[in-house]
């Protein structure tokens, strides 16, 4: 029987996700001696911590520095999951000290930094310590976040005027992601790896004083002067960035700019705004489909039978080249259908 002190004790309720199933499980059998700690999920994949965030209530997340046989993911997913849950503590497992990793780590919201090496029954007063505000590292990782400290310079500007601050490499990752692209496809462009770009990137907000890739697209969006712009907010007849384009209503630019958002090529998402997003293009795209809908009724009024057949006929091998482009660049296909009537 539990003593009156772990009844009246508040229960700790917690996600695990090592680098294997074994491994997660061995870890929730260590938490296990403390009646105050509860393992509600046990995994060994992003994906299926993330899965468990959004089922049920956890208050601390005990993730490993490395998931999904890539280093350095477990901080990553640790800020998705704090984008999904802000409540949520998270305890980077790590097998090393690093310093740049121990950077990673407290960047990405680790309240705790438990190494490897430390006894498992020390992992039971790491979660307590870290779910009652308190941070949970070793010594010589909190000397290496406060050397990063003193020897930072202090940048943010909380505004446009930070862009002064940006190196021409810095530019050219913000031209780049404002055009669509994910991490992996800015290195691929840059020639650079794409730890570098999400290195390039926590400086890029630190210096403009933004958290995510939603401010920095605002930002550079209301700051952009390569070209001129009109009063509708285009360069030489387009949107000045994905941005633009998808507040001025395209749903295809929504729809991109969600997938964008969503990404996470080793650098932060935001699955919040992407979602917002993909409700938005999805309201966007059904009015839009009702007012296409009425066009053709009204249009088919003032066609001959000969006229439609020959739009569909055109329609068709339309559709079947943007397929065949789509897919010789890597972008999803568009939908295949049969056949296209002009009358629905």
Known sequence: MPSRQEQSSEVVTIAVADTTHIHSQLLAE?????????????VSGS??????????????????HSLDDDPGR????????????????????????LPEDVLD???????GIFSKHEPLESLCKCIRTV????????????????DALANSPVVRATNHKGMDLLSARERQVIEALASGKTNREIADSLGLSPHTVKNYLFRIFDKIGVSNRTELLYLTMNNSHSEPENSAGKTNGRPSTLLAAAEAGLPAAQFQLAELLIQNDHGPSDPVSAYMWYLIAETTAASLGKRIHERKQSLTQTMSPQDLVEAQRRAAD???????????????????????????
Do not use: Y
Not at 47 to 64: E, H, Q
Not at 75 to 83: I, K, T, W, Y
Not at 105 to 111: S, V
Not at 321 to 338: D, I, W, Y
């Open 30 to 42: 260590a938490m296990r001696s403390d009646r105050g700690l509860q393992v509600v999920a046990s």
């Open 47 to 64: 994906a299926d911590l993330l899965a468990a965030v959004a089922r049920v209530p956890i208050d601390v997340a005990v993730i490993s």
């Open 74 to 97: 477990g901080p990553d997913v640790l800020r998705e999951m704090r984008a999904l849950r802000p409540h949520i503590k998270g305890v980077i497992l790590l097998n090393s000290s």
């Open 105 to 111: 780590c407290f960047r990405a919201g680790a309240k």
């Open 131 to 146: 779910h009652q505000g308190q941070i949970w590292a070793r010594s010589v990782d909190l000397d290496h976040a406060l």
């Open 318 to 344: 339309r559709l079947k080249n943007l397929r065949e482009q789509s897919t010789s660049v890597g972008v999803r296909p568009m939908p295949n259908k049969k056949t296209l009537t002009g009358v629905s």
